[in-house]
Nanobody, 127 residues
Framework: QVELVESGGGLVQAGASLRLSCAVS????????MGWIPQAPGEERESVAA????????YYADHVKGRFPISRENSKSTVYLQMNGLKPEDTAVYYC????????????????????WGQGTQVTVSS
């Protein structure tokens, strides 16, 4: 079983930056792809960024392109989401998720692609 623990959320003003981290532990003997999926109150989860095992392929939702680069350090079993130029509409609980099938070759784009999830970290952006 894979365990994911997110950190780095908080309350910031519009225009500020945050860096989210997600540490992976447990049964990680295979390569895996990872992603970040926010969920705002009353809305469905939708992936905004994802990355494959090697880190040479990424996916971004249009509204975060150029603002939220995703990266990973496999030696630390950690994936990051650098959130720049935050906007009030970015407010949500941000979940880290992993796709353990596919040997980490592919970049997951939808929530159905992921098979394990963390508990989430709250990001609140005030205007």
């Amino acid at each position: 079983q894979v365990e994911l623990v997110e950190s780095g959320g908080g309350l910031v003003q519009a225009g500020a930056s945050l860096r989210l981290s997600c540490a992976v532990s447990g049964r990680t003997c295979t390569r895996y792809s990872m992603g970040w999926i926010p969920q705002a109150p009353g809305e469905e989860r939708e992936s905004v960024a994802a990355i494959n095992w090697i880190g040479d392929h990424t996916y971004y939702a249009d509204h975060v392109k150029g603002r939220f680069p995703i990266s990973r350090e496999n030696s630390k079993s950690t994936v990051y989401l650098q959130m720049n130029g935050l906007k009030p509409e970015d407010t949500a609980v941000y979940y880290c998720a992993v796709k353990t099938t596919g040997l980490g070759l592919h970049v997951p784009r939808t929530i159905a692609d992921f098979d394990s999830w963390g508990q989430g970290t709250q990001v609140t952006v005030s205007s």
